[in-house]
């Protein structure tokens, strides 16, 4: 996945504006909105202060893969499951084995 949509579901996910990330991050809102959009990229100090707002890796950004997950998706399930209360992730577990389950009765 390209960096500006990584970047872009991210503030979504925390239910934050591109202005309010720009005036937090101190940038821009036009460069922001270029980073969004897919227009521009970030230099490796801005890359560096994204991360760290997001408490992602910069590999992350970047769509390095670290070999821990399979794929993108994978990637991304577990930076969710990494974000989340020990009782949140207990439940997230039990909603991914009540869908395997599904999947498997399926088959049948």
Excluded: W
Excluded at 20 to 45: C, R
């Amino acid at each position: 996945m390209e960096f500006n949509m990584k970047l872009r579901n991210l503030i979504e996910e925390k239910n934050l504006t591109q202005k309010q990330v720009a005036k937090e991050l101190n940038i821009a809102s036009s460069t922001m909105g270029g980073y969004v959009q897919g227009k521009s990229e970030p230099d490796f100090d801005t890359l560096k202060k994204i991360a760290k707002y997001f408490d992602v890796t910069t590999d992350y950004l970047l769509d390095i893969n670290d070999k821990k997950a399979n794929n993108p998706l994978e990637d991304d399930i577990l930076r969710i499951f990494r974000t989340l209360t020990h009782e949140q992730q207990l439940i997230y577990r039990e909603q991914g084995r009540a869908f395997g389950r599904i999947k498997n009765t399926d088959k049948k």
